[in-house]
């Protein structure tokens, strides 16, 4: 396994995979079919191989990635629950999975049937009053709901409004949104108990106030008690409030967006409503908003005339396209396969997520102290702050090592505003056994960190690769084959 890099190269001269018997049909000289300055001069430079190797070697890279096929993955926020293979049979049936997005609208009924009824199911978990579809991820619903709520302004003639509120323990796609659509980005902090702090936020509030942008429960894992009444600041200063939905899969069935006072909110599909997700996509974040922006959700909306499904072009206010199409209609139908499997018993998907975070949380803060000491909800975020300063060990180290006992790490250093932060979030999919053999691993990492602090620092030891240049390593990914790497 150790020797990867150096096995990459499995080329031998003159190896086939397949060989085709010699046609019994007229062919055609390729001088003839293809004009002379377009054919090579020279063979293109593949690697040769039989057909084996191929399949051994595509094989073995699979299985130098860790998914949560392999095994457990509390990337926390990221919310990398298993994904029933259920789904990925409804996305693959071939009326969903060969429909051309240019067909005509008689032909499409049953797609349309399908973002209808979904839309409507996500209405009715989130509060909304319509949602569009179009937005490929979170980060591009973000930007969708904040377009949104700059036309709602612009269509009032109320044009000073150029800040939007976020608080400090937000995601980071959070402030980039608000400043990629033009705002200024106004921080606003949390309190030492988590919860943003409203007197604070009294302070910022004003004419200036295009939105705040809220995550509840926020990526600290806790539930902000005091959300009405900072939906009702924003409110009274003018402003609209945007709900960040990537943590609905903590509250479903006990708590609504819309209830708390937000005028618009994403869910992540990839996170909350299965399809498998990493490694950059495809996803979905659909938008939903209350009545007063439907006015100006993205062309085309679906709606139901009589017993046929339509796509409405017709829409003046409208911000336009954000995504080609009706967005990535496979994460779609992967949602609304997991929303009907599941009916009312969403409501334990969010149960199961917050008792499992809860028995993690509750198992691990002797050993690592938690940010606040209080019951969390589907993620709790714990601090290697004291491992660091008794043994050195830091929170990177602890990650490495877990590398080492199979499981993925937890997401580290985030939030921001937490020393040495380890945010887990074991997701309602993991049974007992499994969460108490990671919780076992992160003791063992702890005691190990006493006994031999240098081996936790040194980790990874049984993976194909060490320490990367993870900077490197994503902004500049080597993915592609080449015969002569200079
Ligand atoms: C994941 C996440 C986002 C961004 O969603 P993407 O689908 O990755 O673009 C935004 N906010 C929070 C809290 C998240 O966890």
Redesign the pocket.
């Known amino acids: 396994m150790a020797l990867v890099p150096l096995l990459f190269e499995k080329s031998t001269p003159g190896k086939r995979a397949v060989t085709f018997p010699a046609p019994d049909v007229p062919t055609v000289e390729l001088s003839e079919a293809i004009p002379a300055d377009l054919i090579r001069q020279t063979p293109a430079a593949l690697p040769e191989l039989s057909e084996v190797e191929v399949v051994r070697h595509f094989t073995q890279l699979s299985r130098l990635n860790h998914g949560v096929d392999v095994d457990f993955y509390p990337l926390g ?3 990398m629950k298993y994904n029933p293979k259920v789904n990925e049979e409804a996305a693959r049936i071939p009326g969903f999975a060969l429909t051309h997005p240019l067909q005509p609208e008689e032909t499409v009924q049953g797609n349309l049937q399908l973002l209808h009824t979904l839309e409507g199911w996500l209405c009715e978990v989130t509060g909304m009053d319509r949602m569009t579809f179009q937005p490929a ?6 930007l969708t709901g904040i377009l949104l709520i700059r036309a709602y302004h612009e269509s009032r003639g109320d044009t000073e409004r150029n800040e939007v509120i976020v608080p400090d323990s ?5 402030p980039a949104t608000a400043a990629m659509a033009g705002y200024r980005v106004v921080p606003v902090k949390s309190r030492p108990d988590g919860s943003i702090d409203v007197d604070a936020l009294r302070q910022i509030v004003g004419p200036k106030t295009a939105a705040l942008m809220m ?1 509840n429960p926020s ?1 600290l894992g806790l539930f902000d008690p005091h959300v009405r009444e900072i939906t009702e600041i924003v409110h009274q200063a003018g402003g609209l409030c945007y709900y ?1 939905g ?2 609905l899969n903590a509250i479903m069935g006990y708590a609504r967006p819309g209830d708390m006072g937000f005028d618009v909110v ?1 869910l ?1 599909l ?2 909350t409503f299965s399809t498998p ?1 990493g490694g950059g996509g495809p ?1 979905s ?1 659909p938008v939903g908003v209350k009545s007063h922006l439907v006015p100006f959700l993205p062309v085309p909306v679906v709606e139901k005339q009589g017993d046929r499904y339509a796509l409405d072009w017709d829409r003046p206010q409208s911000i336009g396209k954000i995504h080609g199409f009706w967005g990535n209609f496979g994460v779609i139908v992967r949602a609304y396969a997991y929303v009907l499997a599941h009916g009312p018993a969403l409501k334990e998907v969010s149960e199961h997520a917050v008792l499992n975070a809860n028995y993690v949380l509750a198992r691990l803060k002797p050993y690592y102290e938690p940010y606040v000491d209080r019951y969390c909800m589907h993620e709790c975020v714990l601090s290697a702050r004291t491992l660091k300063q008794e043994t050195g060990v830091r929170t990177l180290d602890v990650a490495k090592r877990l590398l080492d006992e199979g499981v993925h790490p937890p997401t580290i250093y985030f939030p921001l505003i937490v020393e040495e932060a380890l945010m887990i979030e074991p997701t309602e999919t993991e049974d007992k056994a499994t969460l108490d053999r990671f919780i076992e691993a992160m003791i063992r990492i702890h005691d190990e960190a006493r006994s031999n602090p240098e081996y936790v620092k040194s980790a990874p030891h049984k993976t194909p690769v060490g320490r990367l240049d993870e900077a490197l390593a994503a902004r500049r990914p080597n993915l592609r084959y080449r015969a002569n790497p200079s």
């Open positions: 926020s990221c919310t991820a979170g980060a591009h619903g973000e937000a995601h980071g796609t959070n995550t990526t960040d990537a943590n994403h992540n990839h996170k997700h996803g974040g």
